[in-house]
Every structure is written in structure tokens, then in C-alpha cells.
């Protein structure tokens, strides 16, 4: 059997932010194989790579419409299974090399292939779920680091310099408290009609981010490093716990229509 990663991550919390401080050593246990740029998808008894998964959804997309117009994991998951029932792994194969041959712009091939890439970043771990981090939780890391307020708040020709005080900031903070409040800044920064203002936010939450001019800078940026590029992984154990983990690559089947599409300018911002 292929050797899989497994890193050790230690997961903490920011004493104040929810109680004491606590400490818990999180095996973080990729399911890539080495050499593979993506995880398989684990689907029933089965585990499908990323081409199967858009090949799989791409077989169902007359029933997609029928799901909610951002549908779960479990709900794709579903249609996966139900695809295998009708068409068998063979028919897989076949969807596969039908999607393929489709334009880059065709609407139903670039569903499948986003939705794909979405299953194999959520399943990027063992007994866990992953997404990116979030805007939230960007803009927390970001407040808990050294980075200076400026004039500028967007990322371009400074995201190393940003990612390096975003880990920064990861790492003081600890991923659960990251997790935790990350909402918190959603219901600050909100559409206007739905905002919270601050002093009615959660202690802990105002405890952290008291100083609203750094605070609206580190969501600005949080913001504009959204769509810069990949984000890190916020990670949530079946058992309980939060990590942050890897940076996945962009969706290729994205790359290549922005490339072929889109002027030069903008590739760096479609993640």
C-alpha cells in the first residue's frame, strides 16, 4: 500500500477565549497518497478520485437540480451513490471521457468539477471534514498577529508577507478559537441591514479584537485574501477538535478556464 501523511499538529486555545487554556495533540492523517495531488472521496465501501467524483455528478446532473442550490457534502455524497447504482464503476469511465471532451466554459462540466474538487478538499483528512478558512477566522489570525495597519488592504504583491503573519496569528490563537468566534466576525461585518454592533457580540469575542481600526483593516484584508489564492484548511475531527492544516492546490479544471479565459491581470485572485 502507497505511504500516506500524517502530521502532528497541537491544537490550542488563546486562554479567555473559552476558558482555560487547553492543549491536545491532533494527528492530522491526510488521505492523499504520496504523489497524488488529491485525496480519493470515500463513497460507501468504495473511494473515488476526483475525475470519478466530477464523472459521477456529471452522470447525475439531471437529478442535481432537484438539491438545494448549495447542497451538503451528504447530499452529493447521495447522488455519487446513486450514480454508481445506475452506471457502475464501467459507466463512470465513459461519463468521464464525455465530461472531458466538453468546452471549458460548458456549464454542467464546470459544476462537476467544482463540486468534485469541493468533496476532495472536505475529505482531505481521516475522521475528519476540512473547508477553507473562512473570512472570520482570516481576519481573527490576522488581528492576533504583528502585521501593521496600512492605507492598503488588499493582498496583491504582499500575500507571502500576509500568509506569513496569518500563520502567526494561527498559531497564537490556537485553530479552536479560530473556529469558535470565527462567526462572530460575520455577524459584525454582516450586509448592514444584518449587522450586530460590537458591544453586543460575545465577551470573549471583544476581548480579542478591541481596537476596531485594526479590526476592520484585518477583515479587509481577510477579505481580499479570500480570493487571492487556496486557503488553509480549518479541520473538524469526528472525535471532537479543531486543527488548522495543509493549503490545497487551486481546482485545475478553474486554472485552466481562467487561463484561457480571463485577461492575465485577474488569474491570481481565482482562487
Given amino acids: 500500500m502507497p505511504a500516506i501523511r500524517v502530521e502532528l499538529r497541537t491544537e490550542q486555545s488563546m486562554r479567555g477565549a473559552d476558558g482555560p487554556e487547553q492543549v491536545s495533540d491532533l494527528p492530522l492523517v491526510e488521505r492523499r497518497r504520496v504523489g497524488e495531488a488529491f485525496p480519493c472521496v470515500p463513497v460507501g465501501s468504495l473511494e473515488l478520485t476526483r475525475e470519478q467524483v466530477a464523472a459521477g455528478l456529471y452522470a447525475q446532473r439531471e437529478t442535481l437540480p432537484d438539491l438545494p442550490r448549495h447542497p ?3 447530499e452529493l455524497l447521495k447522488a455519487l451513490e446513486r450514480a454508481l447504482d445506475t452506471v457502475g464503476l464501467a459507466g463512470l469511465e465513459e461519463a468521464r471521457q464525455e465530461l472531458e471532451a466538453l468546452p471549458l466554459d460548458d456549464r454542467a462540466a464546470s459544476s462537476a468539477y467544482s463540486r468534485a474538487y469541493r468533496l476532495c478538499v472536505e475529505h482531505w483528512y481521516t475522521d475528519a471534514l476540512s473547508a477553507p478558512l473562512t473570512a472570520g477566522e482570516l481576519t481573527l489570525a490576522l488581528y492576533a498577529s504583528d502585521i501593521k495597519v496600512t492605507r492598503g488592504r488588499s493582498v496583491d504583491n504582499r500575500l507571502a508577507e500576509v500568509d506569513g503573519h496569518l500563520m502567526e496569528g ?3 490563537l490556537g485553530a479552536r478559537t479560530l473556529a469558535l468566534l470565527g462567526d462572530e466576525v460575520g455577524r459584525e461585518f454582516d450586509h448592514p441591514a444584518y449587522r450586530v454592533p460590537f458591544g453586543e457580540l460575545s465577551e470573549q469575542y471583544q476581548a480579542l479584537m478591541p481596537d476596531e481600526r485594526r479590526r476592520r483593516f484585518c477583515h479587509d484584508l481577510a477579505v481580499s485574501r479570500q480570493w487571492a489564492a487556496p486557503r ?8 471532537g477538535g479543531f486543527a488548522v492544516g ?3 492546490p487551486e481546482c485545475p ?3 485552466a478556464f481562467h487561463r484561457a479565459y480571463l485577461p492575465k491581470s485577474t488569474l491570481g485572485r481565482a482562487a
Fill in 72 to 74: 451538503t457534502d451528504v
Fill in 170 to 172: 494561527v498559531a497564537r
Fill in 232 to 239: 488553509p484548511l480549518m479541520v473538524m475531527f469526528d472525535a
Fill in 246 to 248: 495543509a493549503t490545497p
Fill in 253 to 255: 479544471r478553474r486554472v
